[in-house]
């Protein structure tokens, strides 16, 4: 089993910037994927970013160049670092993680662009 606790999330003008973070209640050092997913309203989940255990990284076209996906296995914690936000990138934030074959989903964390 493993818990995932997203947070960071907030409302933020076009431009901004916001740091999401992904506690895991275990060590990540062996969970091979970790991804951030975001779901709008009226709008079927979809990837944002996802990071493996050899750190090997994958982004949606639509946050290339603004969003950077990170872990640290010693803080048992995923990042989604999110910069030049867009009105369209509001959504929940989901953190996954996939372990030996299993799903695990966070609650979500709300990101709200609007000036």
């Known amino acids: 089993q493993v818990q995932l606790v997203e947070s960071g999330g907030g409302l933020v003008q076009p431009g901004g910037s916001l740091r999401l973070s992904c506690a895991a209640s275990k060590s990540i050092f062996t969970i091979p994927y970790m991804g951030w997913y975001r779901q709008a309203p009226g709008k079927q989940r979809e990837l944002v970013a996802a990071i493996t255990s050899g750190d090997s990284t994958n982004y949606v076209d639509f946050v290339k160049g603004r969003f950077t996906i990170s872990r640290d296995n010693a803080k048992n914690t995923a990042y989604l670092q999110m910069n030049s936000l867009k009105p369209e990138d509001t959504a929940v934030y989901y953190c996954?993680?996939?372990?030996?074959?299993?799903?695990?989903w966070g609650q979500g964390t709300q990101v709200t662009v609007s000036s």
């Open positions: 996954k993680a996939v372990v030996v074959g299993r799903v695990y």
